[in-house]
């Protein structure tokens, strides 16, 4: 089975960590690191505040996540608040994609719109370049004004993960 890279798309104050702890079960907003279900003896890794937001997050780190995610053996894939910002310095969402795909994950893109709160995005053109750094990536339309428990439901689904 790949490894999943489930990118919950969205700028500030959308609703994207809100989601991404609803999923996952992690402790803050701010949480970066593994979460465990040990029902299943299963784990995902989580970024739930954006790499865009976290300078610390750059392309090497990134490569670094993925592959910690790789060489785990019970670890899922990879949970992650993104915005669809176009950076110059920090790590940009269309590298994102392109590098995990170069990885070998198994792509998901949540894109929230209409947000909970925040700037509007632009659901096709968001699209669009996710596509544009993995045409395979799968890529899906959040609607963040809904509980975030019925997002994480419908995200478990559509990205066939096992918890």
Not at 28 to 38: H, P
Not at 146 to 160: D, G, H, K, P, T
């Amino acid at each position: 089975m790949r490894k999943k890279f489930v990118a919950i798309v969205g700028y500030g104050q959308s609703g994207k960590s809100t989601i991404i702890q609803s999923l996952t079960g992690c402790e803050n907003r701010g949480f970066f690191g593994i979460v465990e279900d040990t029902s299943v003896n299963l784990s995902m890794y989580v970024h739930a505040k954006s790499p865009q937001e976290n300078p610390a997050t750059d392309e090497k780190t990134f490569i670094d996540i993925l592959q910690d995610v790789l060489d785990g053996k019970r670890i899922q894939g990879l949970a992650i608040a993104i915005q669809p910002t176009s950076p110059r310095q920090r790590l940009s969402m269309d590298r994102m994609f392109v590098l995990a795909k170069k990885a070998g994950f198994e792509s998901y893109a949540f894109i929230l719109d209409p947000p909970r709160g925040g700037r509007s995005t632009d659901f096709e053109g968001v699209r669009d370049r996710v596509l544009a750094g993995d045409p395979m990536a799968q890529v899906f339309k959040l609607d963040a004004r809904r509980f975030a428990v019925l997002n994480s439901e419908a995200i478990r689904v559509l990205a066939r993960l096992p918890y």
